[in-house]
């Protein structure tokens, strides 16, 4: 969303045991400018050769915080557009069948 400027986007979660879900979610700029400054002061770590603390973020607490207070109510904002339960699990046929070794 960030460099397409898109206004939603809709992410595809794939599980070995759950299967595929399709999720939409709506663009937060506020969240997208947290998230770049949390990346930010990973990114400059890494440029320096420094791995990362633990506690790396939880030097600004309150900001931190806030910041995994709005990831979880953007998480519970997310639409479930579909759900496809174990779709590997379906025999495959006709020309796909000849790619796969347990058909």
Do not use: C
Not at 26 to 55: C, I, T
Not at 93 to 103: I, T, Y
Request: proline fraction near 4%; hydrophobic fraction near 45%; aromatic fraction near 10%.
């Amino acid at each position: 969303m960030l460099v397409t400027r898109t206004s939603q986007n809709t992410f595809v979660s794939a599980s070995a045991s759950q299967g595929i879900n399709l999720l939409t979610m709506n663009r937060d700029d506020l969240y997208l400018g947290e998230l770049l400054h949390f990346l930010s002061r990973f990114w400059e770590m890494v440029k320096r050769g420094q791995p990362p603390s633990e506690a790396m973020h939880w030097a600004e607490p309150e900001r931190f915080a806030a910041f995994l207070d709005q990831t979880a109510l953007l998480g519970s904002g997310v639409s479930k557009g579909a759900h496809i339960a174990r779709p590997w699990r379906r025999a495959a046929r006709g020309v796909a069948a000849s790619l796969f070794l347990d058909s």
